[in-house]
């Protein structure tokens, strides 16, 4: 079993799952399930009929994973442009943990959330134009996800140029019964409305700044939490 110790050691911490460096491995992450969050607890804040489900609908871990079955039997390795590596489960301190690859700029540092890097840089050209190829690419792939928010999004930059937007959680059909999964035109058609949303989230969020108003809870990574330790 690895022991990621405490949970202020983790890099990250989200709505529901924390992220820790992989011991053994810091170029990957362990994300295992908040122990405040845990299935049941999820389960009971749910409304009829969604409560109805079993509870390992609720584990987020599991669902990515299968999610990340089904991505690589239906769209296959390009779609690995748009999200980390899947490294599957461990065995963890605080249960099953997910491994995957950490994304990191060029210096080596975690790369920032794309809800950071608004806040901080504002909509720049170079923004809009990795925003078009990521809103393209998405859509031509099909790529599965609920609503794309902008601290599952992490902005990839390569000596302050972005290279690519990645997607890091949120990633699946929520459908009751997902057809997109097996009809590519139904995914290209759902992955386009998706990616389409995009602007006014980036729009509120601005304004939300704007107005002077607080960051909200996630996705914010301080500089001393971006720096990746040595294997
Ligand atoms: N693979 C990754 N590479 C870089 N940063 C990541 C990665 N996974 C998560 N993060 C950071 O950790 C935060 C929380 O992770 P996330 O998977 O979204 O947790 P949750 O499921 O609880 O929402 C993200 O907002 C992002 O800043
Ligand atoms: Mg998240």
């Known amino acids: 079993?690895?022991?990621?110790?405490?949970?202020?050691?983790?890099?990250?911490?989200?709505?529901?799952?924390?992220?820790?460096?992989?011991p053994s491995d810091s170029k990957r992450c362990i994300k295992v399930l908040r122990p405040d969050r845990d299935p049941l607890t999820k389960r009971a804040q749910r409304g009829f009929p969604r409560n109805l489900k079993p509870l390992r609908y609720f584990d987020d871990n599991r669902e990515e994973f299968l999610v990340y079955?089904?991505?690589?039997?239906?769209?296959?390795?390009?779609?690995?442009?748009?999200?980390?590596?899947g490294f599957g489960f461990?065995?963890?301190?605080?249960?099953?943990?997910?491994?995957?690859?950490?994304?990191?700029?060029?210096?080596?540092?975690?790369?920032?959330?794309?809800?950071?890097?608004?806040?901080?840089?504002?909509?720049?050209?170079?923004?809009?134009?990795?925003l078009d190829r990521f809103k393209r690419r998405w859509s031509e792939l099909g790529m599965p996800s609920r609503?794309?928010?902008?601290?599952?999004?992490?902005?990839q930059q390569d000596s302050g140029v972005i290279?690519?937007?990645?997607?890091?959680?949120?990633?699946?059909w929520s459908d009751l019964f997902p057809l997109a999964y097996w009809i590519p035109s139904i995914a290209r058609k759902?992955?386009?409305?998706?990616?389409?949303?995009?602007?006014?989230?980036?729009?509120?969020?601005?304004?939300?700044k704007t107005l002077g108003k607080d960051w909200g809870y996630h996705g914010w990574l301080d500089d001393s939490k971006r720096e990746v330790p040595p294997n």
């Open 69 to 85: 079955q089904q991505i690589e039997k239906s769209i296959g390795e390009s779609a690995f442009e748009l999200i980390p590596r």
């Open 163 to 172: 290279k690519r937007l990645v997607v890091i959680d949120g990633l699946g």
């Open 147 to 155: 609503n794309l928010l902008l601290h599952n999004i992490v902005v």
């Open 1 to 22: 079993m690895i022991n990621l110790g405490t949970e202020s050691q983790a890099f990250a911490r989200g709505g529901n799952r924390l992220c820790f460096f992989d």
């Open 190 to 208: 759902k992955a386009k409305r998706k990616v389409g949303r995009l602007p006014e989230s980036i729009n509120e969020l601005i304004e939300k």
């Open 90 to 130: 461990v065995d963890t301190n605080y249960g099953r943990g997910l491994v995957s690859e950490i994304i990191t700029d060029s210096d080596d540092k975690i790369s920032i959330s794309l809800k950071q890097y608004v806040w901080i840089q504002g909509v720049t050209d170079e923004l809009n134009s990795a």
